[in-house]
């Protein structure tokens, strides 16, 4: 017997989609200011504003799939938290005491980056011990209490969570779950484990260093700097250098989005082919770059 309950995720699916769109509109248009600016303080600024609105794009990504995945499942053996890649399996002998949050003598810290649908992270108390976020609001939440932890959580319905939870654990139980803890990190360490998935990783990431290592030596820096493509009979384009140093961020960050497509079809075995094929397609962009700035260079 056991009951599944889920967090609010209508407001938080909604934010994140809204921070995602607002990023996506600032990044786009930092970058076609980017690539029609002569190097100089405006090509930072344009550039700063792509690579700051685009950068956070992978978290919000990565805390709205979470949201969607999050679940909190009551059995008489014990309590199971999913919150994206994060899972915590408590037996029922180590659970002290379930209680809403509003009885307890004082507020707990909340996590310092919280938005609505992803209220996660850990807190240490005052006191001692710490406390685990695994929430979509920051307002009425449970408290579960173990011997080692407090657990934050944020049922969409907190009195049928609390009744359940008296009437299985009047239930009993003869074969309590073992205690299980999954992070994040424990994905990162099996993928480095893997030779192969190591291998294409660190490939990717040093042909991406040294593209970006060449263009910064061959391209002159200097603000106004143009570079004139010489074409058929006689015509040509002039290019701003600031346009080549776009090239290798461009690659940076087709290859971030490889690692982290890879790392999520990793997690299960039957799919870890497509992960070798997202890491093994950012080896193959870098090469098509490098082979784009040999033949502009060689055209200049």
């Given at each position: 017997?056991?009951?599944?309950?889920?967090?609010p995720?209508?407001?938080?699916?909604?934010?994140h989609?809204?921070?995602?769109?607002?990023?996506?509109?600032g990044s786009?248009?930092?970058?076609?200011?980017?690539?029609?600016?002569?190097?100089?303080?405006?090509?930072?600024?344009?550039l700063s504003?792509?690579?700051?609105?685009?950068?956070?794009?992978?978290?919000?990504?990565y805390?709205?799939?979470?949201?969607?995945?999050?679940?909190?499942?009551?059995?008489p053996?014990?309590?199971?938290?999913?919150?994206?890649?994060r899972?915590?399996?408590?037996?029922i002998?180590d659970?002290?005491w379930?209680?809403?949050?509003?009885?307890?003598?004082?507020?707990?810290?909340?996590?310092?980056?919280?938005?609505?649908?992803a209220?996660?992270?850990?807190?240490r108390l005052?006191?001692?011990?710490?406390?685990?976020?695994?929430?979509a609001r920051?307002?009425?939440?449970?408290?579960?209490?173990?011997?080692?932890?407090?657990?934050?959580?944020?049922?969409?319905?907190?009195?049928?969570?609390l009744?359940?939870?008296?009437?299985?654990?009047?239930?009993?139980?003869?074969?309590?779950?073992?205690?299980r803890?999954?992070?994040?990190?424990?994905?990162?360490?099996?993928?480095?484990?893997?030779?192969g998935?190591?291998?294409?990783?660190?490939?990717?990431?040093?042909?991406?260093?040294?593209?970006?290592s060449?263009?910064?030596?061959?391209?002159?820096?200097e603000?106004?700097?143009?570079?004139?493509?010489?074409?058929?009979?006689?015509t040509?384009r002039?290019?701003?250098?600031?346009?080549?140093?776009l090239l290798?961020i461009?690659?940076?960050?087709?290859?971030?989005?490889?690692l982290?497509?890879?790392?999520?079809?990793?997690?299960?075995?039957?799919?870890?082919?497509l992960?070798?094929?997202?890491?093994?397609?950012?080896?193959?962009?870098?090469?098509a770059?490098?082979?784009?700035?040999?033949?502009?260079?060689?055209?200049t």
């Amino acid at each position: 017997m056991e009951e599944t309950f889920s967090p609010p995720r209508r407001e938080g699916l909604i934010f994140h989609l809204i921070m995602a769109l607002v990023f996506s509109i600032g990044s786009g248009a930092g970058l076609s200011n980017a690539t029609q600016t002569e190097v100089g303080l405006s090509f930072l600024a344009y550039l700063s504003l792509f690579l700051g609105l685009t950068l956070p794009l992978p978290l919000v990504g990565y805390r709205a799939y979470a949201l969607l995945r999050s679940a909190y499942l009551l059995r008489p053996e014990g309590i199971r938290l999913t919150w994206g890649l994060r899972s915590e399996e408590i037996p029922i002998e180590d659970v002290l005491w379930v209680s809403p949050e509003e009885q307890l003598e004082r507020s707990l810290p909340l996590p310092w980056l919280r938005w609505p649908g992803a209220v996660v992270g850990t807190r240490r108390l005052r006191g001692g011990g710490e406390v685990e976020y695994m929430a979509a609001r920051s307002r009425e939440l449970i408290i579960i209490a173990t011997p080692n932890k407090l657990y934050a959580i944020s049922p969409e319905d907190n009195d049928v969570f609390l009744k359940t939870f008296q009437r299985l654990t009047e239930i009993g139980n003869l074969y309590p779950i073992p205690p299980r803890s999954i992070y994040p990190a424990f994905l990162l360490g099996s993928v480095w484990a893997a030779r192969g998935a190591r291998f294409t990783i660190l490939l990717g990431l040093a042909l991406s260093l040294i593209l970006l290592s060449w263009i910064s030596l061959t391209t002159p820096t200097e603000a106004g700097a143009m570079l004139v493509i010489r074409g058929d009979q006689n015509t040509g384009r002039v290019l701003s250098a600031a346009q080549l140093l776009l090239l290798p961020i461009a690659n940076a960050l087709f290859y971030l989005l490889d690692l982290l497509l890879g790392l999520f079809f990793f997690r299960r075995p039957e799919r870890r082919i497509l992960a070798y094929l997202l890491w093994g397609s950012s080896v193959m962009t870098s090469l098509a770059f490098f082979i784009a700035l040999y033949f502009i260079l060689q055209s200049t």
